[in-house]
């Protein structure tokens, strides 16, 4: 039926996909069924991802993972290609059903390969436990009032740094000279040293040549399970990149939640020695609260809280407002759809919404009143 394959070659492939899918399905049940698991597998198991397959991407200057999306993508283009030219030539139709085949198997093992990775280096954090537990911080639904107070502590710090960051001939905050991607990785080690939880490999951060092509999507980074890079969107408004690449490092440390991740991006940039990181960390997290602020204030309250936000903080969020509105439509909608599906499949049942949650994070860091 198969002609020239090989039968050993089937069953070896056969096997394989069997034994891949099995291990990963293995590791997800146990992950979110057996108590412990998760938190042991991130601890001792987990860390020899990024130590070595980290350790060996970091030093290349570009996104392995975005030159493999370019190559996977001209493969399937070539292969489809191929088989068009078969369908079309009459005396080719004969290799039809060999190449129909031998395409599917390649496929069969990717999928399977793609999915023991994601399992092993991404969807297994999601049975851990949580970062509030781990660093024992009280989690509650906050008040008003509560969010009021954040919302005034983080727009005062952000008053203080006014003087101390860049600015462009626009008036936009600027990373300038800053050698960021190399504070961001100082930035996580710092706050290793307060959650242990943190320790380990970071590889160099690196941003994505096509990054337009992200903001068209509505994404600012992403982690990649199965090179352990922490890609960021180097074409977005400055202030928003220091708390990306902690955030995308966060997750390379195994804190898949994005609230978690935010919060954990918010600290590093919090303890940071340098001002733009600071800012970065302040105005992100500003941004949070008044999303939250405005689902539970008057418009009269709410306007009072933004007219208290330090001139150059509104400068720099009402660019990125400007900046985002250009890349809204039916891409960026599609991702935002697939994003929220993929946090619910993986139990944050609030979906995108879940990225607010980062709010309680915050207010216990700053131990404000909850109700």
Known sequence: MFGKIPQKSLMGSFLYCGCSALLGITVLILSHNTDGFAEWYANYIYPAFPDTIGRLMSPIPFSVYEFLLYIATLIVVVYLIYLLGLLVVPKFRYGLKKAL???LRVFLIAGCTLFMLASLTTLVHYGRDTFADLTEREIAPA??????ELGMILIADLAELEEEIA?????????????????????MRRIRNEHQSLDGFYPKPKPVFFSSFMSKMGLTGMFSPFTIEANYNA????????????HELAHVRGFLREDEAGF???????????????YSGALNALTYVLRAYYRVATISEYNALLAEIPEQAAADIAANNAYWREFRGRASDFANRANDAYLRVNAQNDGVRSYGRMIDLLLAEYRLSVI
């Open 235 to 246: 074409h977005v408004p400055d202030y928003i990149i220091p708390f990306t690449i902690c």
């Open 167 to 187: 600015t462009d001939r626009a008036g936009r905050f600027t990373l300038g000279t800053l050698d960021y991607r190399n504070e961001s990785r100082e930035a």
């Open 101 to 103: 085949f031998r395409g």
């Open 143 to 148: 008040s008003k009032e509560a969010l009021l």
């Open 264 to 278: 954990i991006a918010y600290l590093a940039c919090k303890r940071s020695p340098e001002p733009e990181f600071r």
